[in-house]
């Protein structure tokens, strides 16, 4: 099945640095790659998505970069503030009958001082 | 539109017992994921409802099950507790459940097993 390996767990930038995540998956017939932001005591929310027909999106100050070929995805903060301070997840979801499924990273903790 | 909602936020059971948690995905969604997240296994995929039928299932043991209403609300059930049961339980619905489809996480169900 589809293995999903996120890095750095832990991040520590100073507000307005950037901040980057690498996740890399296993299934070569993955499509759909979302992240997602959960707050303490909260469930996971997605930040940005992007399908692999796309190879960059962006949304304001978050921006997403697929290389299908190498099989990895990374997600891009800049202009970093406190309240980006949370843990992120990666995940990858196949195609074909792999219904409502997603795999997940790890997480990764990132915080921001101010 | 009203988010994904859970019930109940917490709760507290002895090994042994059995629990349903419940879960009332976003007006006009159809399909509800399940996954199970602990600090050590991180965000796990139980199953997915779709039209009241189980479509994907994750490698969990028989004492996990699920249903799902005509109304595409779902409950989860975990009969004969162990105390490795303890985590967040989150729910996620989409519209269809497909591979590309973005699915939209409840605040979960913190169940703790002594």
């Known amino acids: 099945g589809e293995n999903v390996e996120q890095h750095p767990s832990t991040l520590s930038v100073q507000e307005g640095d950037s901040a980057v995540i690498k996740c890399t998956y296993s299934d070569s017939a993955s499509n759909y790659f979302p992240w997602y932001k959960q707050e303490l005591g909260k469930g996971p929310q997605l930040i940005i998505d992007?399908?692999?027909?796309?190879g960059e999106k962006k949304d304001q100050r978050i921006a997403v970069t697929l290389n299908k070929t190498a099989k990895h995805f990374s997600l891009h903060i800049t202009e970093t503030q406190p309240e980006d301070s949370a843990v992120y997840f990666c995940a990858a979801s196949a195609g074909g009958t792999s219904y409502g499924k997603l795999t997940f990273g790890q997480g990764t903790i990132l915080t921001v001082h101010p | 539109k009203a988010g994904v909602t859970q019930t109940p936020r917490y709760l507290i059971k002895t090994r042994g017992q059995q629990v349903t948690l419940s879960c009332s995905p976003i007006?006009?969604?159809?399909?509800v994921s399940w996954y199970q997240q602990t600090p050590g296994q991180g965000l796990q995929f139980l199953f997915e409802?779709?039209?009241?039928?189980?479509?994907n299932k994750g490698n969990f043991p028989g004492r996990f099950s699920g249903r799902q209403f005509s109304n595409s609300r779902s409950e989860m059930n975990v009969s004969t507790l162990e105390l490795g049961d303890s985590a967040l339980y989150l729910c996620?619905?989409?519209?269809?459940?497909?591979?590309?489809?973005?699915?939209?996480f409840g605040p979960g169900t913190r169940l703790t097993v002594l």
């Open positions: 992007i399908r692999s027909n796309v």
């Open positions: 409802y779709f039209s009241e039928t189980q479509r």
């Open positions: 996620a619905s989409s519209p269809l459940g497909r591979a590309q489809d973005t699915q939209y």
């Open positions: 007006s006009g969604h159809r399909s």
